[in-house]
């Protein structure tokens, strides 16, 4: 799809290039019938841009971030193609900016357009079942990873400890104490490290998930690197 | 008003065990405190671990794989965790390897050597842990002091450009005002015109028009609990279809502007509107719609409330039209 992607740098979760390679034929799929009326232009990229921040580099933070939101949100909806259907929300947002629409909170227009296409995306499933009399929402079975589909686990742990290596280490030392451990002992050790650190174990839990991210975005690009 | 969600309610709907209205009203906190959509990511990266490293009680287990597994994003959550504690464990060894091990050789080889500067050795070494301890202690409330100035600093950062930021935002405001305030008069115009044309074909030969009215109210948003928007049964005789929109919230705009699109965004119908009423589910505005202009199909109301020639959004309805 022609989509706000292609002008972004994607980050977080989901941005595999094997995942996408797997979803392909499903997300085309799951669009088709998705009406589509409609192309984004830079001019209403930029309109988003600014109607989320007036500075397009925090603007650009805050897209990524409702973006990854929107892929999560169909992603747990069970939805097929999670990124096109985001992507689909926000050029629809784009396009009532583009309108001349006024949000008071882009946040809640967006998820209200998603709320409408899992309607959409329900009654398309209804409709192929109807064609092929095949029952609804079926539980899919769980395919067996294909070798050259998901790099090997020893190539994401040998990139993954050399990303390790790369952290600074006092966030290196706060991440290993972080998970090391077992059960009560773990989340004792969890309480003794935020009170050090002088953090609510929420807060510390969160940078921690944060680090996590930054070390999968390394993994992808180590693996990507060795690859080429 | 926020909803209080704790771990176990988010593990719960990350397996897909919530009720819809629970399900929904997650959804609801996370598109608008980003706080919690990082909380939830963080349980959803423990509820991976819990799974790869085996502490799942059966129950869970089962449910994890029948929810949780379905999708090849979330089975990459898998990969991920399974990667990312082997990378643990080889770089936890590694640490106790190269922290502890030869500490351990070195005090070994100060008490078992027959050397005769080994207590010697031993004081000193004791002298440099006091001092060491007593540096690391100093060095570690400075770092802490450090840590406060700097959030301290970067917090009024944020605040002046936090405040440069709502500044810029008035001015564009203040320069789109006079433009919107010109838009909705014309609007507004229109609307009478249109909605004289609708009571003139209502009343084709005289009789009540209130004998033709079907009512429906519509809450902002998808109807909790179902995820379904409401079905506006329309018969025959219907001529005009009146909706009460239900107000979000309290509001004391002095007019307000209802925008009708179908679901491919297409405008069908816009009219201006008079305050809220008060009903006796809350505060509701009352918007009348000429069957003529309402095919079966889905529609999106934008309600915009007008206050000092400034038109601002403040609920998005839905409704499917149905013909009986």
Known sequence: MAT????????????????RAVDAPQAVEAMESIPKKWSLTK??????????????DVAAVYYERLRAKLINYFDWRDCPAPEDHADEAINRVIRKLSDGEDFRDIGIYVLGIARMMLLEIARTREKERMAFERPAFEHPTIPEPIDDEIPET???????????????????NMIVEYYSGDGPKKIKRRKELAE?????LNALRIRTCRLRNKLEQCMGQC?????? | ???????????????????????????????????????????????????????????QRVAFERSFLRSPQRRER??????????????????TNAAFEPRVGRWRSLFGSSNGFQWAAVAAALALLIGASWLYVQNRTLSRSIEVARSEKQELLNKDEAGEVKLKKLESENSDLQSQSQKMKETIAQRDRELAAAKSAAEPTGSSILTHIATFTLSPGLTRGSDEPEKVMISGKTQVIQLQLALPKPENYKGYLAEVRTARGNLVFSKSLPAAQQLSFGQAVSLTLPVSQIPIGEY???????????????????????KR
Do not use: H
Request: proline letters at 2%; charged letters at 30%; glycine letters at 6%.
């Open chain 1, 196 to 200: 050090r650190l002088g953090l609510e």
């Open chain 2, 300 to 322: 999106e109301v934008t309600l915009k409330g007008a206050a000092d020639g400034k038109l601002q959004s403040i609920g998005y309805y839905y409704f499917i039209a149905l």
């Open chain 2, 78 to 95: 898998i990969a991920f965790a399974e990667a990312f504690t082997r990378a643990l464990a080889s770089q936890t060894s590694r640490q």
């Open chain 1, 4 to 19: 706000a992607s292609r002008l972004s740098q994607r980050s977080g979760f989901g941005s595999s290039p094997w995942i």
């Open chain 2, 1 to 59: 008003m926020t909803t209080a969600f704790d771990d176990k309610q988010i593990v719960r709907f990350l397996l897909g065990q919530l009720s819809e209205d629970k399900r929904t009203g997650i959804e609801d906190r996370m598109f608008t405190d980003d706080r919690f959509y990082e909380q939830v990511l963080a349980v959803q990266e423990e509820l991976a671990d819990d799974y790869v490293l085996e502490n799942l009680t059966p129950d």
């Open chain 1, 154 to 172: 020893s190539q994401r742990v040998s990139c993954l400890e050399k990303c390790l290596a790369a952290l600074p280490e006092r966030s290196r």
């Open chain 1, 43 to 56: 001019d209403g990229f930029d309109r988003l841009l600014a109607a989320l921040d007036p500075d397009r």
């Open chain 1, 223 to 228: 693996i990507s690197r060795q690859e080429q």
